[in-house]
């Protein structure tokens, strides 16, 4: 056998488990196209500058994580570039927003996309070198009303309602507010103050975090650190009226499409550009890696890379964490199993238990059909694993109109009148 292996942090995606990423994707571009969304498609790799203007030198991404090399210049005339395989795409379709002008129409430009990225990270589950990201973004000239609060609360109404129809369970949404352009440097400034003193007492990571970027200092999750970060100063107590007016809409309006959140001071996110607006979606079900999504608002962006004042609100879902959420649930639940196994008893009835099947999966039923040449006992066995309810179709049934239907969790066995099971396979 061949030792080539995937390289480690990537993997292959083989079916049947791709069905289920394209099941995620199209549940993706459907909910986003309900609320106006275009797709974007950006390359995978960009000059190295965009991200270390954009997401921050000093962050863990930037610093250490991005697959960067030297491109040979091919003539003479040429330099040689730094380029990077993209670790996050938002900075890349701001980079495209500038170079295209797309904010010229002085209408808001909604882009969502779908793709791969890529982070030298440490392997483990849920956490990988290439992973997926779904991705939008809403931005837009001022004029346009991109600063809205409205805007934030709408991605997150529509970020609910892609979970919820993706059928996600017990997701949890955390907010919080890292204030505008001018309220985060005096909080960063405070910050680095209190830990002049405490960071000594705190893990080695936290030690680096406080000289190069305090904010990372709220994410540390090592249990000796934690009574000393909770009685570091609140980003709360530093924002603004305006930051505070935004922050208090956005909440009022997720409040009013009845989208439940929880307030979370230390939730800064690992990313610069972040202001005002933070937020996460976990899943208690991922373990360790629980972020299924994050996002935030990001109003000095494309100013930072060189383009016009163009405030926005953007997420990335991480598609590798919805799947093995969905995975763990399919798992978990008896579900997967269809609503009925029609069992033709006899090969005779193949033909008419066809029919039959064909009438209950038109009004949606999941249905799966046996054969008349398996004995009674295997109809059994099989249906036992397949669906949650058998139903017997012999010659019998089929000049009496009634049906027996067992269900295999109660063992309870009832005639059904033919005209009446749709009825009661539904129920
Ligand atoms: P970020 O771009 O860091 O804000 O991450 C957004 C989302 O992408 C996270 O909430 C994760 O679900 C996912 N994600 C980030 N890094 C990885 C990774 N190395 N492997 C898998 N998913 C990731």
Not at 225 to 239: H, M, N
Not at 274 to 283: I, N
Request: neutral net charge.
């Amino acid at each position: 056998m061949s030792t080539l292996k995937a390289v480690r942090g990537t993997r292959d995606l083989l079916p049947p488990e791709t069905e289920l990423w394209n099941r995620v994707e199209e549940t993706a571009r459907r909910v986003f196209a309900r609320y106006n969304f275009g797709e974007i498609r950006t390359p995978i790799f960009e000059d190295t500058s965009l991200f270390a203007r954009s997401v921050g030198e000093e962050t863990d991404i930037v610093s250490k994580e991005m697959y960067t090399w030297e491109d040979r210049a091919r003539a003479q005339s040429e330099k040689a570039q730094s380029l990077t395989l993209r670790p996050e795409n938002t900075a890349g379709v701001v980079r495209a927003y500038i170079e295209h002008k797309l904010g010229d129409k002085g209408l808001l430009q909604k882009l969502f996309y779908i793709g791969p990225q890529f982070r030298r990270e440490r392997p483990q589950k849920g956490r990988y070198r290439q992973f997926w990201q779904i991705g939008a973004e809403v931005i837009g000239p001022p004029s346009a009303g991109s600063e809205s609060p409205l805007r934030d609360a709408e991605v997150l109404e529509m970020l609910a309602s892609f979970l919820n129809e993706l059928g996600i369970k017990d997701w949890k949404l955390t907010l919080n507010s890292v204030g505008s352009a001018s309220d985060r440097p005096r909080y960063i400034a405070a910050l680095r103050e209190a830990l002049k003193d405490k960071a000594p007492k705190m893990c080695v990571d936290c030690q680096r975090r406080a000289e190069t970027n305090p904010l990372r200092v709220l994410d540390c999750k090592v249990p000796e650190d934690q009574p000393i970060i909770e009685a570091l100063p609140k980003i709360a107590e530093y924002l603004d009226d305006d930051s505070k007016t935004h922050f208090a809409a956005v909440c009022a309006a997720l409040d009013a499409c009845g989208v439940p959140y929880e307030v979370n001071p230390r939730l800064v996110r690992g990313l610069d550009y972040y202001t005002r607006t933070t937020f996460e979606f976990s899943h208690g079900g991922l373990g360790a890696q629980n972020a299924l999504l994050g996002g935030g608002r990001y109003d000095g962006l494309s100013e930072a890379i060189g383009g016009p004042k163009a405030p926005g609100i953007g997420f990335a879902i991480g598609e590798d964490r919805l799947i093995l959420t969905l995975q763990a649930q399919a798992e978990a639940a008896p579900g997967g199993l269809a609503d009925a196994y029609v069992a033709p008893l006899g090969e005779a009835m193949n033909a008419p238990a066809l029919e039959l099947a064909r009438e209950l999966r038109r009004t949606g039923l999941r249905i799966e059909l046996g054969d008349g040449s398996f004995r009674l006992k295997k109809s059994f066995e099989v249906g036992n694993k397949l669906a949650s309810r058998i139903v017997l179709f012999g010659e019998d049934e089929q000049k009496s109109g009634i049906l027996t239907v067992k269900d295999f969790a109660t063992g309870e066995q009832v005639k059904v009148a033919r005209a009446d099971l749709i009825h009661h396979l539904r129920g």
